[in-house]
């Protein structure tokens, strides 16, 4: 199932001037895409719900300095992650997030034959989460996940290559079975 994210140029450019019935245009057409990055960056559906409404208010404020280069989904979607990585920085990730979860082995979990990638990936830390899902799934770079998220490419580097270990972990029903 492919999802057209393309608008016409012709809503864009009526957007830049202020139209609100293309603005509400933009955000019918990105409101699904945006809500569903937030949600996988936040997990908490009401995190989302503010991100999406942070992400619009970005983009009525700036839609004139978008100068159509790439695709304008493109644009929404780097505010869109900017904004649900300032959320989990500001009000829930801390430092000891991913020490707990990392650093403290956090208690295995029961790993049946059939536990499935989704489940599996809830039981990563909210940085673990984001860094996978922003590089394997939306394409960014370590630079592009370590700038937004005030880090280091190191950082990203090292939190997605153990993200990608603990979902093996949870993954292989050998480890579980002893």
């Known amino acids: 199932m492919t999802l057209s994210l393309s608008v016409p140029d012709i809503l864009v450019a009526r ?7 293309a603005l509400e245009a933009l955000y019918r057409a990105f409101e ?6 937030a949600r996988r960056i936040c997990r908490a559906p009401e995190d989302a719900e503010d ?20 695709h304008l989904w493109g644009w929404i979607r780097q505010i869109a992650a900017s904004k649900a990585l300032m959320r989990l920085r500001s009000d829930k990730l801390r430092a000891t997030d991913e020490l707990v979860d990392e650093a403290a082995g ?8 059939g536990i499935d990638l989704e489940r599996a990936f809830e039981q990563l830390s909210e940085t673990s989460r984001a860094v996978v899902w922003l590089h394997d799934v939306e ?6 996940i370590a700038e937004r998220m005030g880090r280091t490419v190191s950082f990203s580097k090292s939190q ?11 993954l292989s029903p050998a480890v579980a079975g002893g």
Do not use: C, M, W
Not at 51 to 70: D, H, M, N, P
Not at 160 to 170: T, Y
């Open 139 to 144: 394409g960014f770079t370590h630079e592009e």
């Open 106 to 113: 956090a208690p295995p979990i029961s790993v049946a034959a």
């Open 51 to 70: 991100v999406l409404q942070e992400t619009f208010l970005e983009v009525v404020k700036s839609i004139k300095q978008y100068r159509g280069e790439g």
């Open 32 to 37: 699904t895409p945006v809500y569903n990055l």
């Open 160 to 170: 997605l290559a153990r993200a990608h270990a603990r979902l093996r972990r949870l």
């Open 15 to 21: 957007a830049k001037t202020g139209d609100l019935e």
